[in-house]
């Protein structure tokens, strides 16, 4: 039994939070108290989900366009209204809680793409846009780019790094609250999200290569984050990624 549309546009609706109530202070005053290793840490993921957030926040108009019906299009306008608000909640907590300098959300950015590894800047402000480009142009299909953007950036590379945060945040010396139940509401935008992706491509009845090709794409980016990322959380959520394929695609496996 396949989800309607509808189901992820009234579950979107459910789901609102507003980042900016989230109260900092706790966080604000343990900040200091982390170790520097912690810290580098917390801060390398707080910067990929910086540069992450803001890439997917600016590239799902060309999704909309290319819906093929207005519960389609209408889960992608929900759905951006979601990523808008996540990219700015990370800003939020690199500014407050990190004190990363910069005037403005793109002078932070500058700042903190130096702490990611280039090959998850290079998935979210290389491949991601030139891929919104190629949809928006017409020479991309709406399920190469949400297999793309769903499947293998949000349902691998930053599911793997919110896993990897959320249990960064519980191992460390201090607690950091407002980080943690922010981090925590992302998450739970991403599996609406996610299922909502995988839903498309499942109607897509893609062909042997085009799943394969997924899946190599999905092994690929998993490892984006470098040392953040424990390598047993890039392989679990390579472990999912190819269950979710498994099960739209089930003639293949
Ligand atoms: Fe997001
Ligand atoms: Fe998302």
Redesign the pocket.
Known sequence: MFTNYDTFVNLAKTLQWDETTIDFAPDQAAWPALGDTERARVLGLIAGFCIA?SA??GHLVPFQAAAADDWVAAAFRAQAR??HR?ARFFDRVAAEVAAVPGADIAARQDVLRALVSPDLVDLFEERLPATARRLAEGREGLSAAVGLYHMVL?GVV?LAGQNAMLDTLDRLSVRLPGVRRGVHL?LR??RW?IGFGTRLVQGADLGRDEVEALLAQGQAAAGAWGDLVPPGAAERAVRVHRSRLRALSMKFF
Request: proline share 0%.
């Open positions: 957030e997917v926040s979601d990523e996540h949000e930053l992302v935008d991403e999200h």
